[in-house]
């Protein structure tokens, strides 16, 4: 029993299913209406979590003590801004040419109306086109575009709303570092650079945070039919019965997923162990990239694109919570 109990701490850091969207793969018919379990069972899973959350922050507080895990928990490698940003508009160019060529429209769910095809085409050309030469102007047609999206997709819409706001901004802010178009538009001096650097990865944490949490009310607490038909479609996810908990049905496992998504959503969103956090993402978000395929990693991308900038730049002081340096 005590190794199964230390094996079930350690999967709890790793929800694998939390960060599918649930939602690319079950149709709104196919929704079971259900509600939350408040049991004894939903209890132990959530006491859990918050076990998971106090060893994370201890964790990344004592860093200091081990002066190996203070390098990996607390310091920022000595990368240049211009890697960053070029790694990361590689990622998001990859994934809008592949979008325009699966016929999408940044995202598997959002199908555009037959009459506004041509619009979709022209916006996602228009940010692939214009970041070769601004990336300052292809954020903005980002957030452009976000706005068409909330107007036509207004159910939908809240699912992308803040990822797609935190990358618009995160590329408006940060043109200047690498295009000569936005260094002659706006002030490029080391200082106005570095002030904007510093505020762009932290509106892109605090967006790829509230992102999760809300994907975590909508998809698993507020409407867990839409978690329940996604394990009840891939059974294997729940491995709480294969650690000989039978007691935690596919509908608490749905509850579980949903609380550790909002949790790492509002550590990440408020800095707590940010470099810990984004670990457990990345390894989420990969995991459900081999099992699911091409649907998953292209509607994640975005996501892989932020996540490197945030796992390398986010980090945490050993003696205190918020992310240092501004970020």
């Known amino acids: 029993m005590k190794h199964r109990l230390h094996l079930l701490f350690l999967l709890l850091f790793f929800p694998f299913a939390a960060q599918a969207h649930v939602q690319w793969f079950v149709k709104p018919e196919e929704m079971k209406y259900v509600t939350t379990p408040l049991d004894?069972?939903?209890?132990?899973?959530?006491?859990?979590?918050?076990?998971?959350?106090?060893?994370?922050?201890?964790?990344?507080?004592?860093?200091?003590?081990?002066?190996?895990?203070?390098?990996?928990?607390?310091?920022?490698?000595p990368i240049n801004h211009k890697l960053y940003l070029s790694y990361f508009m590689t990622v998001m160019n990859v994934f809008f040419v592949m979008i325009l060529l699966t016929g999408g429209f940044f995202a598997p769910n959002l199908i555009l109306p037959e009459?506004?095809?041509?619009?979709?085409?022209?916006?996602?050309?228009?940010?692939?086109?214009g970041s070769s030469f601004s990336i300052s102007l292809a954020g903005a047609i980002i957030l452009l575009t976000t706005a068409i999206i909330v107007f036509i997709f207004p159910p939908i819409a809240i699912n992308y709303v803040f990822e797609l706001m935190a990358i618009g901004i995160f590329m408006l802010l940060n043109g200047p570092i690498i295009s000569t178009v936005d260094q002659w538009i706006f002030s490029s001096n080391k200082e106005k650079l570095e002030w904007r650097w510093k505020r762009s990865v932290l509106i892109l944490r605090v967006g790829i945070g509230m992102q999760l949490v809300v994907l975590a009310f909508i998809?698993?607490?507020?409407s867990p039919g839409w978690g329940l038909v996604f394990v009840e479609m891939y059974p294997f996810y729940?491995?709480?019965?294969?650690?000989?908990?039978?007691?935690?049905?596919?509908?608490?496992?749905?509850?579980?997923?949903?609380?550790?998504?909002?949790?790492?959503?509002f550590m990440l969103m408020l800095g707590i162990a940010s470099r810990i956090v984004v670990v457990v993402l990345a390894a989420a978000f990969t995991t459900t990239a081999i099992i699911h395929g091409l649907t998953e990693i292209l509607g994640h991308l975005p996501i892989f694109a932020a996540a490197v900038i945030l796992l390398?730049?986010?980090?945490?002081?050993?003696e205190g919570l918020p992310c240092r340096k501004g970020v």
């Open 312 to 318: 390398l730049e986010c980090v945490n002081k050993p």
């Open 40 to 77: 004894m069972v939903s209890f132990w899973l959530t006491a859990g979590v918050i076990i998971c959350i106090i060893a994370a922050v201890l964790l990344t507080r004592y860093s200091g003590k081990f002066p190996i895990m203070e390098k990996l928990v607390s310091q920022v490698p």
């Open 238 to 265: 729940n491995f709480f019965p294969a650690l000989g908990f039978e007691q935690v049905s596919n509908l608490h496992f749905v509850y579980f997923v949903g609380i550790c998504e909002m949790t790492l959503g």
């Open 115 to 129: 009459y506004l095809l041509p619009l979709g085409v022209f916006l996602q050309a228009a940010i692939v086109v």
């Open 219 to 222: 998809e698993k607490l507020i």
